[in-house]
């Protein structure tokens, strides 16, 4: 144990005293959540957006630790009226409705109802590297949830954003402002198969798409 743990640590000398190095300081890769330095130099995102305060706009671009993306103007709102069985495996279309915001307007959402979008950044995600969503504060606390899941090793394409109105009243989202967060974690080590590896079925997404199963 005792030599397992001496080959895990790395030294240096400074007038005769012995400085242990953090595993940044000696060059190892290890786990952890990407800055915004980092972010621009290892993520491909297209456009790129440096982070700066646009007065009365949901935020966006770049952050210290992850990047606000924008939602477009393409969106599908979901509606009951075909009375249709929601099945993942055989989703039917007709359940939703297609909607275009204006460049600088906005769709509603139905009470207690959905809406799938489209980010307007396309996004590379390096094979070292995982891609957490969370949603943004704004439209948190007014009961607006966003859900995306995992940006997979190798995965691009544009994002497709799950958006639910869990209140009462219509909702208001905003098209080409911020809409969602999203979070880089580089592995300790590279992954053996990403998902470019095994051929996604929502690789190379070029934007909003329906559920599908292979």
Same mark, same amino acid.
Request: hydrophobic share 35%; glycine share 8%; with cysteine.
């Given at each position: 144990?005792?030599? =397992?743990?001496? *080959?895990?640590?790395?030294?240096?000398? $400074?007038?005769?005293?012995?400085?242990? =190095?953090?595993?940044?300081?000696?060059?190892?890769?290890?786990?952890?959540? =990407?800055?915004?330095?980092?972010?621009?130099?290892?993520?491909?995102?297209?456009? #790129?957006? &440096?982070?700066?305060?646009?007065?009365?706009?949901?935020?966006?671009?770049?952050? %210290?630790?992850?990047?606000?993306?924008?939602?477009?103007?393409?969106? &599908?709102?979901?509606?009951?009226?075909?009375?249709?069985?929601?099945?993942?495996?055989? @989703?039917? %279309? &007709?359940? #939703?409705? +297609?909607?275009?915001?204006? $460049? $600088?307007?906005?769709?509603?959402?139905?009470?207690?109802?959905?809406?799938?979008?489209?980010?307007?950044?396309? @996004?590379?995600?390096?094979?070292?590297?995982?891609?957490?969503?969370?949603?943004?504060? !704004?439209?948190?606390?007014?009961?607006?949830?966003?859900?995306?899941?995992?940006?997979?090793?190798?995965?691009?394409? &544009?994002?497709?954003?799950?958006? *639910?109105?869990? !209140?009462?009243?219509?909702?208001?989202?905003?098209? $080409?402002?911020?809409?969602?967060?999203?979070?880089? =974690?580089?592995?300790?080590?590279?992954?053996?198969? %990403?998902?470019? +590896?095994?051929?996604?079925?929502?690789?190379?997404?070029?934007?909003?798409?329906?559920?599908?199963?292979?």
């Amino acid at each position: 144990m005792q030599d =397992l743990v001496k *080959s895990r640590v790395d030294t240096t000398t $400074n007038g005769g005293n012995v400085i242990v =190095l953090s595993d940044h300081e000696a060059g190892r890769q290890v786990m952890g959540i =990407l800055s915004d330095r980092q972010i621009e130099r290892h993520v491909r995102i297209e456009p #790129f957006e &440096k982070n700066a305060k646009r007065v009365g706009t949901i935020s966006y671009g770049v952050t %210290s630790y992850g990047y606000d993306v924008r939602v477009g103007t393409h969106f &599908k709102v979901f509606t009951n009226v075909n009375s249709s069985i929601v099945d993942p495996k055989s @989703f039917d %279309s &007709k359940s #939703f409705v +297609d909607v275009e915001a204006d $460049n $600088n307007g906005f769709i509603l959402i139905p009470p207690n109802s959905f809406a799938l979008c489209e980010t307007v950044e396309y @996004f590379e995600i390096p094979r070292d590297i995982l891609a957490i969503c969370v949603g943004k504060s !704004t439209y948190a606390r007014c009961g607006i949830i966003v859900n995306v899941t995992p940006l997979e090793p190798e995965w691009k394409g &544009k994002i497709t954003i799950e958006i *639910s109105n869990t !209140t009462p009243l219509p909702a208001k989202i905003y098209a $080409n402002e911020g809409i969602a967060q999203i979070i880089f =974690l580089r592995g300790e080590e590279v992954c053996d198969r %990403s998902y470019a +590896d095994k051929g996604g079925k929502y690789q190379d997404q070029v934007g909003l798409t329906l559920p599908k199963v292979d």
